[in-house]
């Protein structure tokens, strides 16, 4: 009887104890967060993702302080240069807009491109549970999240979306 009692405990537990799911769409927190385009213009995440509907995104989380971010450069631009018509949006995480803006010029990365204002922990950085960069992320041409989470631009799952 006792054996049974914690099976029974034990499978309570096993299918009460649902893992996380990815999320497939993003929250309004997160559509809601403003990032600065390069005129200093204030954008909601939203409009980032309506001006691309229709379009596959690869989403790029980086900074030009971030050394694994501007190793990671080189995998970017294969991955540019083979998907010719995703939409390729890079959010930075820099700490101003000057060194933002000179890294996009000294790395010469080409997309689109926005300031994270709010930073890691605001409502976009909390939704994607950011706690690395670089961070890539893949939204299909409906806005869905096809990729929640990949830390190089060479990940298989990433080229599988694409193709």
């Not at 769409?25 to 990032?35: G, Q, R």
């Not at 080409?110 to 939704?127: A, D, L, R």
Request: hydrophobic share 40%; charged share 30%.
């Amino acid at each position: 009887m006792k054996k049974i009692k914690y099976i029974l405990i034990f499978f309570l537990t096993f299918i009460s104890c649902k893992a996380q799911e990815t999320p497939k769409v993003f929250s309004e927190a997160a559509l809601n967060d403003t990032f600065l385009n390069l005129d200093g213009s204030s954008i909601p995440f939203k409009t980032i993702l309506d001006a691309n509907k229709g379009k596959t995104i690869v989403v790029d989380i980086w900074a030009s302080w971030c050394g694994d971010c501007i190793k990671g450069m080189p995998k970017v631009k294969a991955l540019q240069k083979q998907y010719k018509d995703a939409e390729y949006v890079f959010l930075s995480l820099d700490k101003t807009q000057d060194a933002w803006k000179k890294g996009i010029e000294k790395y010469e990365v080409k997309g689109q491109h926005y300031f994270m204002e709010s930073g890691w922990k605001g409502p976009f950085g909390e939704f994607v549970h950011l706690d690395w960069i670089p961070r890539y992320m893949v939204i299909d041409k409906k806005g869905n999240i096809k990729l929640f989470k990949a830390i190089e631009a060479d990940d298989k799952k990433i080229t599988s979306i694409l193709k």
